[in-house]
């Protein structure tokens, strides 16, 4: 009896060291889960199929791999703690299992270090809040005081309004024009129904690239706040996955070196900026 215990301990812990790794050789699949309804990154194109950048890296990281893809479109929690919670470590709570990897997470180096269930790691863009204006009616646009006084659209609930409503005391909480989506914002922005669009440079850039536009007048400061205006962009797996990690570290790495990643970011309209980070 005390050697049959001892073997399923044995056994039992075996199963938990396995990496993820072994598991998605054996299946011929890995699990990524980007965010649903977030052009130019992942979104629902003709048919109702999945496209954009995050998902041709998901696709090129999977033949890396030499794997099948299996594509998670999932719905943005109130955070990164829940997005990882749900779809990294632990998995929703009704129906569905976690994925084996999670794109465009940001990479905050603080909250990188502090999170001990996921593995936050392979920065591979850097994102910055940029502004795209009527040169006619805003002369230059070196500080955001600037925008006092006129209307900016900001996608609702965005880290744009969020700084808008915040920042500098709320002496820019009245510029603030919220939209749904940056691509709404970007339509009454051409619709002359406000002066400015404040979003991310990549969303900015992919929805004037879905309208045929130039992105001549998109005005790419780091503006300085209560908020922080440029971070790294990255994937997450869960902790504890060395192989796997290794793995995707090499696989992007070998797109980086090829061209790849920033072919797939042109086909977008997104001009990649490199992240700070090391890619790890």
Request: hydrophobic share 40%; aromatic share 8%.
């Given at each position: 009896m ?5 073997s399923?301990?044995?056994f039992t ?8 790794l ?6 011929g699949?890995?699990?990524v ?21 995050d ?12 794997v099948r893809?299996?594509l ?6 109130e ?5 990882l919670?749900?779809n990294?470590?632990?998995g929703p ?5 976690a994925s084996?990897v ?15 269930k ?7 863009q ?9 040169s006619?009616?805003?002369e230059?646009?070196?500080?955001p005081l ?14 744009s ?29 051409f619709n ?7 979003a991310p440079?990549g969303?900015l850039e992919?929805a004037?690239?879905?309208?045929k ?7 790419i400061s780091e ?38 990643i920033?072919t797939?970011y042109?086909?977008?309209g997104v001009n990649?900026?490199e ?6």
């Amino acid at each position: 009896m005390a050697a049959l215990a001892t073997s399923v301990v044995s056994f039992t812990a075996g199963a938990q060291d396995e990496d993820r790794l072994q598991k998605i050789r054996e299946k011929g699949e890995i699990s990524v889960a980007v965010y649903r309804d977030f052009p130019p990154y992942s979104y629902a194109g003709e048919g109702g199929r999945y496209t954009g950048v995050d998902v041709d890296i998901a696709n090129a990281l999977a033949q890396q791999l030499g794997v099948r893809l299996i594509l998670n479109p999932v719905t943005a929690g109130e955070d990164s703690n829940d997005d990882l919670r749900t779809n990294i470590w632990r998995g929703p709570l009704i129906n569905g299992s976690a994925s084996d990897v999670m794109l465009h997470l940001g990479m905050d180096p603080e909250y990188v270090k502090r999170n001990d269930k996921a593995d936050l790691f392979n920065a591979y863009q850097r994102e910055t809040v940029a502004v795209i204006y009527h040169s006619d009616v805003i002369e230059k646009l070196d500080s955001p005081l600037n925008l006092s006084g006129h209307k900016v659209a900001v996608e609702n609930d965005s880290i744009s309004d969020y700084y808008l409503s915040g920042g500098f005391n709320g002496r820019l909480a009245s510029a603030a024009v919220r939209k749904a989506t940056v691509e709404d914002a970007v339509d009454a922005y051409f619709n002359n129904e406000v002066d400015a669009v404040m979003a991310p440079r990549g969303q900015l850039e992919g929805a004037l690239f879905k309208r045929k536009q130039s992105a001549a007048e998109l005005d790419i400061s780091e503006f300085v706040g209560l908020f922080r205006s440029s971070w790294d962009v990255g994937m997450a797996i869960k902790a504890g996955n060395p192989q796997l990690r290794a793995a995707l570290e090499k696989a992007l790495a070998t797109l980086q070196q090829s061209g790849q990643i920033d072919t797939i970011y042109q086909r977008y309209g997104v001009n990649r900026a490199e992240p700070k980070a090391a890619v790890k």
